[in-house]
């Protein structure tokens, strides 16, 4: 059985991941920060003017939970408005996509299975 691992966000290092612009991330749990295998869970800061540009993730469920702003999403041409305490599901392969609407976003994003187990 395994042991537990306590992640503080202030000894990560945000960075701003491929195909996003003006994004901070912080891998929170992921193969690289605790060795998970079949999840991936990242904060995200979007800035006015950054997105996570349109992508696909052939088999993994994504989603979006918004702490804090308001995020535009699109799943396959679809647009939603995603405020705080509001989240949306994405399944396998669809091409999706988030932006801040006015000011930041404060958005938690996971998927499963992780992305370099769906590309």
């Avoid at 912080?26 to 991936?40: D, L, M, Q, S």
């Avoid at 990242?42 to 804090?68: C, D, R």
């Avoid at 404060?106 to 590309?119: C, G, K, Y």
Wanted: charged share 20%; aromatic share 8%; with cysteine.
């Amino acid at each position: 059985m395994g042991k537990g691992k306590h992640i503080k966000l202030a000894e990560l290092q945000p960075a701003c991941l491929p195909g996003h612009v003006k994004t901070e991330s912080y891998e929170i749990i992921n193969k690289n920060t605790v060795g998970a295998n079949h999840i991936e869970f990242f904060l995200s800061e979007m800035y006015p003017g950054g997105e996570a540009e349109e992508s696909v993730h052939p088999i993994s469920e994504h989603g979006y939970f918004m702490i804090s702003g308001v995020g535009e999403a699109t799943v396959e041409g679809e647009k939603f408005t995603i405020h705080p305490n509001e989240c949306l599901y994405i399944p396998p392969g669809a091409r999706h996509g988030i932006k801040p609407i006015g000011g930041p976003i404060r958005v938690i994003v996971f998927m499963a299975p992780p992305r370099e187990e769906s590309q």
